[in-house]
């Protein structure tokens, strides 16, 4: 038993030194070994230490924030409103496109898309997220732990990379019209694409998310759901910062870079450009000429 408990004292200590604590930092080796000493006594100027060693410990930790009844109605109020409109507009979107053939282009085919990925976060993640946040607990099981984990990932990735393409769409139509043309089926075969990517990137979540029991000082038991990496939690793990790092730049650096590439060259084709049956100033000069001479023959 002594063993074990000096094991688990070790390991607590490890993880403990590792949070880069401010109050550690300003002492020195004597006075750092004789908080240890200490570490669950009960004196105010141990208690972060001594709070950090009972979650290690004993998965004990101090009461959750929790909201008042009219804060939560007040959140639920808002969170309603938003998930109607939301949900409203993007079958609205949905069912104009495809309900009436003439609307059928490829730009609409690709905001369908992004409807379809916007419809998903609304009803697949957001509304179980916000009863999360209302009560710190997810009663929602592991399984669907790992589903909206999932749904969360795979549509911010099909919804940013559906409008790079609108974007790279709209700068073929306009950098080179007379070349620029998609298919319906290579519109559709784009569409599966950003889907099979989408679901590439998501599938961490498939393989690590998981729910944990946290048992606070009120007696109450919470659960929690997040992932757990082979090589740590997410305050330790080198898997999670690099695929963090990934999902950063595939869903936000390069997206933003390739848009703004694209907006910009649009944006100095057009910048100036006459429209489609507008006159130039010579051509303006030649007709107001002629309409002078006319006149004077007329005299």
């Given amino acids: 038993m002594d063993n074990l408990f000096s094991y688990g004292l070790y390991n607590c200590s490890t993880i403990i030194l590792r949070r880069n604590i401010t109050i550690l930092l300003m002492l020195n080796r004597s006075e750092l070994l004789n908080i240890l000493e200490n570490a669950l006594d009960s004196s105010t100027e141990q208690e972060v230490l001594r709070d950090a060693f009972l979650d290690c410990f004993l998965n004990y930790q101090e009461r959750p924030f929790d909201l008042s009844w009219w804060q939560k109605l007040f959140w639920s109020l808002i969170f309603a409103a938003m998930l109607l409109v939301a949900t409203g507009g ?35 993640n957001c509304v179980f997220n916000f009863i999360f946040l209302l009560n710190s607990d997810w009663p929602f099981g592991v399984v669907y732990c790992t589903i909206n984990n999932f749904v969360a990932h795979v549509t911010v990735s099909s919804s940013v990379l559906t409008l790079v393409t609108i974007s790279f769409d709209r700068y073929m139509a306009i950098m080179r019209p007379l070349k620029h043309h998609m298919s319906r089926k290579k519109t559709i075969m784009i569409v599966f694409l950003i889907w099979v990517i989408s679901s590439t990137l998501a599938v961490p979540c498939l393989l690590y998310s998981t729910t944990e029991s946290r048992r606070y000082s009120n007696g109450k038991t919470r659960i929690s759901c997040y992932l757990v990496w082979p090589d740590g939690t997410y305050l330790f793990s080198r898997m999670e910062y690099s695929y963090n790092i990934v999902f950063l730049s595939v869903t936000y650096l390069v997206p933003m870079a390739l848009m703004a590439i694209c907006y910009t060259l649009m944006g100095r084709k057009l910048w100036g450009s006459k429209s489609i049956g507008e006159l130039t100033y010579y051509q303006k000069k030649s007709i107001k000429s002629k309409r002078k001479v006319r006149t004077v023959k007329y005299i």
């Fill in 90 to 124: 993007n079958v609205i979107v949905i069912w104009i496109v495809l309900a009436h053939q003439r609307m059928r282009t490829v730009t609409n085919y690709f905001l369908v898309n992004l409807s379809v990925a916007d419809l998903m976060m609304s009803l697949l």
